[in-house]
């Protein structure tokens, strides 16, 4: 069992909802049917076996129905059983599929269309400004700040790598460039300006994220890429909080 608190438009608290378990709310003997059949106030029980009230249901013709659920919600056609909804697993509660809005938006065509151009100017505005045609202050300052995510970030190198490797500036390349630098540096020779291009192909590739190794007669690098679960992103605003109750037996 647990707790889901929604601040709902208009009102001035939050709303605290209960999430059963399929044998919690038998034992609490709460009746619910199955979650396409309860009406709003009703409890209906999800594909995974979850119990909770209908905070709202819809229909739209001719065939679509909205169900709204503490957990998340679901639209279906009443003519086919393939719609499932599920409470387990979920990220979010606003997003049909369950997952937090910046997941659903990295993964759409805008952001995908933003990288490409950003890869290409390297300018915020420009990018912005290409993908959608005079945007109004707000959305400009709303995309900037996602564009300037992790998630954004490594969609802008993975077009960058493909922008590189059409003109044969590979990771390869750029290692041998940076071990000719060495050997200039060696000569005492002035490699300022050569240096600069590699470190920008660096970046480029995200190769300062992995280990170089380096000795004083050769250059090796292993292309073993960090990998760091870490949750640095600030995520969009969420629109319910969970908690988890366990109950003494």
Not at 60 to 87: D, E
Request: net charge neutral; aromatic share 10%.
């Amino acid at each position: 069992m647990y707790t889901i608190d929604i601040h709902h438009k208009g009102d001035a608290k939050v709303t605290t909802y209960t999430v059963f378990k399929k044998e919690e709310a038998k034992d609490k003997d709460i009746d619910y049917k199955y979650w396409r059949d309860a009406d709003e106030g009703e409890y209906g029980i999800s594909d995974d076996d979850y119990v909770a009230k209908v905070i709202s249901r819809s229909e739209y013709k001719p065939t679509s129905i909205y169900v709204r659920f503490p957990f998340g919600y679901a639209f279906y056609n009443p003519n086919y059983s393939s719609t499932k909804l599920n409470a387990s697993g979920r990220k979010a509660n606003n997003t049909i599929s369950g997952k937090t809005q910046w997941e659903v938006l990295s993964n759409g065509q805008t952001m995908k269309n933003l990288s490409m151009v950003f890869a290409q100017t390297m300018d915020y505005d420009k990018a912005i400004d290409h993908v959608f045609k005079n945007p109004s202050l707000n959305k400009r300052k709303t995309w900037k700040h996602r564009m300037k995510k992790e998630k954004f970030k490594n969609m802008v190198r993975d077009e960058l790598q493909k922008l590189l490797q059409e003109h044969g500036m590979t990771e390869a390349f750029t290692l041998d460039l940076l071990e000719e630098t060495i050997k200039k540096a060696k000569d005492k020779g002035d490699v300022t300006n050569l240096m600069r291009a590699v470190d920008n192909l660096q970046d480029m590739h995200g190769m300062k994220e992995k280990h170089l190794v380096k000795t004083v007669e050769s250059l090796e690098a292993t292309s073993n890429t960090k990998l760091i679960d870490e949750l640095r992103e600030t995520e969009d605003k969420l629109v319910a909080t969970r908690t988890t109750t366990k109950e003494e037996e």
